[in-house]
């Protein structure tokens, strides 16, 4: 929580223990702008993430003539993934819905692989590369540019409302909503064109879904980054309950050199002083400007706390200090609490990044990434063989014979075609497009199965249900990719 005075955050915790406040209200939290590495830092982690994220959309990618040449592209509309060179098909060939386990195993290696990190460096990823870190880093950075800095915004919200700070207040919240609208819009570019999404939203030809989803995704931006911030690191996201299960005395946080700092006292400590008053006294000046350097308004003296997002910020304004009032800087820094303990009792402790912890987690990494990579090579390729007749299974083996997916070819016979037609879950009313089909059927009477839409065969424009497949009496195939 913020900085508040002593004796406010007693009456607070006096209120708590008497059963008075189930809640506490919120302190609202003013970071200073702080100038230094760690910040320097996080402008470029932020440039790089926003510069990729509103423009990768509009990057092309020549794929052939009729084909798709965004470089990525999730075309949930034809059920393929373009990721620049790369093509999956989502639901077809290479991805079906019984192949969740893929999605499963990336979930599980990205999850480990974040245990491993917060293991060796703490909470790194939420303070400089968490959508919430940096998209509310650059809504701070508009309020500071509009508003000013820390004094001039508590000065203004102290005073009785005036023009002055209504102007401020409307211009800030309209460029916020205008960064929370773009945001919006350039997600959805990653499912549909985005040259063509964009003039369609325009003209007022988009579907209902783009019109929907962008004003959801304008919406959460404005209210998670604008108004949220560290709310949504503090009580939303569930990551700092259980972070500490991922630390120990040898992972990198931010640290306060209490053994350096203390006591606390105010005043200049001049290099070359040789009053002995001056040598009882810690580093730390008591300025309070690690507190309001904090974007989640903690104090790091404290030690480490489940609010505290690893940002570093805090070291950037404890080093100005110690520059100004003669000191060494890194009073607070990046270390380890068994290198802090050792430096207090004035030993050396070496840097422990292999630890039974650090090795386990790396394990499991590598175990997943194997699994996962063994598992996609040895997908199947979909063939589908020998149905006897109407009602018979069909069995679709994969690579090696081995058996995959089972299918059963429905009793009724499409007479007027002399095959078995294939039941399509898509609305009858959207446009078919040309190209390759997912399923080719042969009937019994030598006629083509069809689609029970669109009549085609093959057909690019319907996915068949697995559950409701009506195929002929004779095999049919799965094409591969690039096939036709």
Known sequence: MARISKTDRQLQLQHE???????????????????????QVKWAILILCLGVYYLLPWLRWDRGVGRADQAVLLDLWHERFYLFGLELWLFGLELWPQDIYYLTGLLIMGAVGLFLVTSLAGRIWCGYSCPQTVWTDLFMWVEGLIEGDRNERMRRDAEPVSFDAVWRKAAKHAVWLGIAFWTGGAWIMYYVDAPTVTVEFWTGTASTEVY??????????????????????????????????????????????????????????????????????????????????????????????????????????????????GQPPWLVAWDTLARQAAKAAGRHEPIRLLRPRTIIYASALVIAMVAMGVAFANRADDRAVGAAGPGAAVRAAGRRGRAQRLYRADRQQDRARGGFRIDCHRPAERPHRGGRGYLRAQGSGGAGGACRRCGNLPCAGHRPRVADDRLAAGGFQSPRPGER
């Open 17 to 39: 223990a008497d059963g008075q406040h189930l809640y506490a209200n919120r302190v609202q939290v003013y970071p200073k702008a702080v100038h230094g590495p760690f910040r």
């Open 212 to 325: 929907v989803f962008t004003a959801l995704f304008t919406a959460t931006t404005y209210l998670l980054a604008g108004w949220a911030r560290e709310q949504v690191c503090t009580y939303m996201c569930p990551w700092p309950r259980f972070q500490s299960a991922m630390l120990d005395e040898q992972s990198f946080t931010v640290t306060y050199q209490a053994w350096r700092g203390e006591p606390r006292a105010r005043g200049r400590r001049e290099a070359h002083a040789e009053l002995a008053p001056l040598s009882r006294r810690g580093d730390c000046v008591d300025c309070g400007a690690c507190v309001t350097a904090c974007p989640t308004g903690i104090d790091i003296r404290d030690g480490i706390q489940m609010e505290c997002i690893n940002c570093g910020l805090c070291v950037d304004a404890c080093n100005h200090v110690m520059e100004r009032t």
